[in-house]
């Protein structure tokens, strides 16, 4: 029977809270909204983004410059970032100020009051952000390419929203979007730490418990199908083409999402010793730079490859990731490939989850998606039972109908 690992208390009002104990002086907590930039409305885009930024320019107790000394002059931190589906804020402070942090969260999540003129600020700075995204090729062929693969849908426009929606929005269009979003019923606090169980119900109960229930009434929309596409956009100053293939996948509750994880990191994960990592880099030195990544949600996903190469590569490198692609379509993995892309991705994830504080934000997530959290037993598992017909079925249904978009 697989080791309890966490402890869990759901309050009055359904705000979920997360416990794992651990040796250690320092402690990792969080709070995850199940908000984000697919939950605005027409003539919201950009919100969520902006709305996670002026969370610390002052609460109805403290002032912007409070917020951000209350845990730094600890020593401590505080922090958040936003995604399609998530706005998660998050903290790190030695044991002793565990307290200090929960209620610090509480005060900038539900006592925020989103001055007009600290909003008109931060505007600006988004607009200055949008500007180095801009200049950065890598990060930008991303987001438009996962614009065009979710065209038509709330997840087909980019975080930060363009400069002419963020001129349309203010505080009242922030304060409906919290109001609209920011529910009991989508949050979970998860916490890591060297934190006893008491300790924890305590301080949850007296900064949370009070908070009045609140439920979300909006539904999000599943993205309809598109065509696969193939687009070139010229970039002549750009010394490097890059390009990205990709399309939908699986959900983060199919049951074929393990086996395009192990597939995805087979093919072009973290290590050196990837499919493509060997056909392009280490036997044709064809390019620097190749990866491929699987990023589910809760009613779709996306499954990409991304590389750069010098102009008149560019051809030789997409006929190699394709035959890399038709392996994995027409070739079931032997017994010895497969034990070992198991016992890889496992060691990655098991030297991940040492990282106490990308774990507590997995934590967090899990719990608000599943309401349930896995343990590293349970995941190695769930991995062990797939198999290569499994990895050939998804490499089937997911390669046919890949799009591309390059920068050259």
């Not at 809270?17 to 919201?44: H, Q």
């Not at 001055?115 to 607009?127: F, G, L, M, R, S």
């Not at 062929?141 to 963020?166: P, Q, W």
Request: proline share 3%.
């Amino acid at each position: 029977m697989a080791r309890e690992e966490f402890f869990v208390h759901t309050l009055s009002n359904g705000i979920r809270c997360v416990l794992k104990t651990v040796r250690s002086e320092v402690c990792y907590c969080s709070m995850t909204i199940g908000a984000g930039s697919r939950d605005e409305l027409k003539g919201e885009r950009g919100v969520a983004h902006l709305l996670e930024q002026t969370l610390f320019k002052g609460t109805t107790k403290r002032k912007a410059w409070q917020v951000n000394c209350r845990l730094e002059n600890l020593g401590g931190e505080i922090n958040a970032f936003t995604t399609k589906e998530e706005t998660v804020v998050h903290s790190t402070v030695m044991r002793r100020d565990f307290g200090k942090a929960v209620e610090l969260i509480n005060d900038i999540i539900f006592h925020s009051t989103f001055p007009d003129a600290e909003v008109e600020k931060e505007k600006e700075v988004i607009v200055d952000e949008i500007n180095m995204y801009k200049d950065s090729p890598e990060e930008r062929i991303y987001d438009e390419f996962e614009d065009m693969l979710f065209e038509g849908s709330e997840l087909g426009h980019n975080i930060f929203g363009t400069k002419r929606d963020l001129a349309r929005l203010d505080s009242q269009i922030i304060r409906a979007f919290v109001e609209r979003n920011y529910t009991t019923d989508r949050m979970v606090f998860a916490a890591i730490g060297n934190i006893s169980p008491k300790r924890f119900v305590a301080a949850v109960e007296r900064y949370f418990g009070s908070e009045r229930t609140t439920t979300r009434a909006t539904q999000r929309v599943a993205p309809q199908a598109i065509e696969p596409f193939c687009k070139t956009v010229s970039h002549p100053s750009h010394h490097q083409v890059r390009s990205i293939m990709g399309g939908r996948a699986y959900s983060l509750d199919s049951n074929k999402r393990l086996a395009l994880i192990l597939m995805t990191n087979l093919l072009g994960g973290p290590s050196a010793a990837s499919r493509l990592n060997v056909a392009l880099r280490e036997r044709n030195a064809l390019t620097y730079c190749v990866e491929a990544l699987y990023t589910p949600l809760s009613d779709s996903g996306m499954f990409s490859i991304y590389f750069s190469c010098e102009r008149d590569k560019l051809e030789q490198c997409r006929r190699v990731i394709n035959e890399e692609l038709q392996r994995l379509v027409s070739e079931p993995l032997t017994k010895r490939q497969l034990a070992i892309a198991k016992r890889q991705f496992m060691g990655q994830f098991a030297i991940s989850a040492e990282n106490n504080e990308a774990y507590m934000l997995g934590v967090g997530k899990s719990y608000l998606v599943f309401g349930s959290v896995d343990n590293l037993e349970e995941v190695y598992r769930k991995i062990g039972e797939v198999s290569p017909e499994d990895i050939m079925s998804v490499a089937r249904e997911v390669v046919p109908s890949l799009s591309t978009l390059t920068y050259i």
